[in-house]
């Protein structure tokens, strides 16, 4: 039975990938192959965002000149075998590649090999060089038959398990061991024994990560999975203590419910331990990620002592000085626990005639100045009204110039 996930992938194929280049691929002898992610998430009943397409029997040069006739191609991987490529009238790349083996090391990081491009090396070959079982499938895009290493991946999808493919794949690339715990937590697969094994043994090698793909990963763990399952394995494993030695890992299952937008907190409860400025040099966050997780630190810490944030006061300073961004973290961490939201406390707040911004106050900076102060001691005074408006509920005019009066030495 053909199913409507099955539908999807094809029309994005057709639009990827149209009829007449793969007919020109084919006359040439080269035959093609959807690989990767879309397979695996097929076979799981999901629509896949991926489509890696890979092209046995020609070489890469020879490949890029055909499918150049029929739109735009750029090379920038080449070393890898891989071109970038938009067809006429489209506006996104696909990656095609041709089928490599690793044949060298050449450091730690997942670029550095030496590989080994040709037309003679087989489907295979190509396939055995992956990750893991369960992301090696192959499917024939004319014939729909897909091709399983001696049904290693379908073997593994049924058992709900992530397992590593070779016995130097996370010293040839330490990258592998967070993408085994991230396609766990995406997937609410177990790690394979042997696997979790493998990982604790060169656990150390996880520091040789750049922070982009550091950040990639767990980012995906966060917005794609089951959080809970991934701190699990990052504690169980040895990663968090490796890139985050004063995080306890300690992570409530209720924070799985948390906002898939909600990033930033995540990271701010699970690394309340450290600085943000830590964070932000292990992960490489954008400037509005960075802030946020700041801003929710910060709340969290203050209303953990039950010092400043829990007043009135110091919600409204919170607010004035918050990005919207950290401001929308704070209320996910604050539904999740089932706290009282910040909008609903400015709420009661204004219901109580209390000011609630600058804005709301019911002095401003031109009455300061009939009173005869100047300069500093307007923002002084008009900090002092907010705050004193806030805790006497009386946000009376003459009310609060008298006492402006009166703390400021005004006659």
């Known amino acids: 039975m053909r199913t409507f996930t099955t539908y999807l992938i094809e029309d994005a194929l057709n639009r990827a990938l149209p009829p007449n280049v793969r007919s020109a691929i084919m006359n040439a002898g080269g035959k093609i192959y959807q690989v990767g992610g879309a397979v695996r998430d097929e076979i799981l009943g999901k629509v896949s965002k991926d489509l890696d397409l890979l092209v046995v029997g020609i070489d890469l040069k020879k490949l890029s000149g055909i499918v150049g006739r029929f739109g735009k191609t750029n090379l920038v991987g080449k070393s890898f075998g891989i071109i970038k490529f938009k067809p006429e009238g489209s506006d996104e790349d696909i990656d095609i590649s041709v089928p490599r083996v690793d044949v060298k090391s050449t450091g730690k990081g997942h670029k550095d090999f030496k590989v080994k491009l040709g037309k003679g090396i087989t489907l295979k070959q190509d396939q055995l060089r992956r990750d893991f079982w369960m992301n ?170 039950g010092k400043q944030e829990d007043s009135e006061t110091g919600l409204v300073h919170f607010v004035g000085q918050a990005s919207s961004k950290g401001i929308s973290n704070v209320e996910a961490v604050l539904s999740v626990t089932r706290k009282t939201s910040i909008s609903k406390r400015l709420k009661m707040m204004k219901r109580m005639g209390k000011p609630t911004n600058m804005k709301e106050l019911g002095i401003g900076g031109r009455d300061l100045v009939k009173l005869g102060l100047k300069g500093k001691k307007i923002g002084d005074a008009l900090k002092f009204s907010l705050d004193h408006a806030i805790e006497s509920g009386n946000n009376d005019p003459k009310y609060l110039l008298d006492t402006v009066k009166s703390k400021f030495g005004v006659k």
Do not use: C, W
């Not at 130097?168 to 715990?181: E, G």
């Not at 909600?262 to 409860?269: D, E, G, M, S, V």
């Open 136 to 305: 090696a499938l192959a499917k024939d895009i004319e014939t729909g038959e897909i091709h399983d290493v001696e049904g290693q991946g379908k073997v593994d999808i049924e058992n709900q398990q992530v397992r590593v493919i070779g016995p130097q794949a996370f010293k040839d690339d330490p990258l592998r061991m967070l993408r085994a715990v991230q396609f766990a937590a995406r997937f609410d697969f177990s790690i394979e024994p042997n696997t979790l094994d493998q990982i604790k043994k060169n656990v150390r090698l996880i520091k040789t990560i750049s922070a982009d793909r550091f950040q990639e990963e767990f980012r995906k763990m966060f917005e794609k999975g089951t959080p809970s399952v991934g701190v699990n394995y990052l504690k169980e494993t040895g990663i968090l203590r490796q890139l985050f030695p004063k995080a306890s890992g300690n992570f409530p299952i209720e924070f799985d419910k948390l906002d898939k937008k909600a990033f930033p907190a995540f990271l701010a409860i699970l690394l309340k331990e450290h600085s943000y400025t830590n964070i932000q040099k292990k992960m490489r966050l954008s400037k509005e990620d960075a802030r946020a997780v700041s801003e929710v630190m910060y709340y969290m810490a203050m209303s953990d002592t």
